[in-house]
């Protein structure tokens, strides 16, 4: 990380470290937690731009189905390309799509009006609706992401500072799953 520090970069031809500044940056400031916290803690679970069964076999049954402590009833919404097999509601959106309704949910969370000329912003609005009146019912929200095919990490990064914006108010984290084979992150 001292590279990173100072601008430069190892090239070891890795998938991961082929982003500009390397993965520290999408790292930076990411408030994540176990899946255990997620099968304890999160009333709403959002699986974002990922199906977390096919990342990690097992997941939905050992952490999407348990109830929160608590007894608590727990909401699971999937957002991007594909259903999820666990998910109440799909928001169903492109992945290319995946920055631009980062951003805009968080523009959605701070208030902050939306230009409906905005050709992104027409993709993802009322998805974006949806989820912030999700997001503000729930005591706990858990994100769950994977790694994809991200070359500068802005994906990574604005769904990190979504998880940001939103952890003031109520608990809120990432769990960030583990990528397969070659685009795995280097530990």
Known sequence: DGAVAVGAAADTGTPALARPRGPGVSR?????ADAAELRDRA???????????????????AFL?????????RQVLAVGPEPVAAAGHHCRLPAEAATDAARL???TLLGHPVD????????VTDACRQLATAIRRA?????????????LGLASWAARLLVRVIAPARPAFEVPLAASGRDAEPS
């Open 65 to 73: 189905e348990p109830r929160p402590v608590g007894g608590a009833s």
């Open 139 to 151: 005591r706990g929200v858990g994100f769950v992401t994977a790694r994809g095919d991200d070359p």
């Open 105 to 107: 949910l968080h523009a």
């Open 116 to 123: 409906a000329d905005n050709a992104a912003a027409a993709v």
């Open 43 to 61: 009333d709403l679970v959002v699986a974002w731009f990922c199906d977390p069964q096919a990342h990690a076999p097992g997941f939905s049954a």
């Open 28 to 32: 930076a400031g990411a408030v994540t």
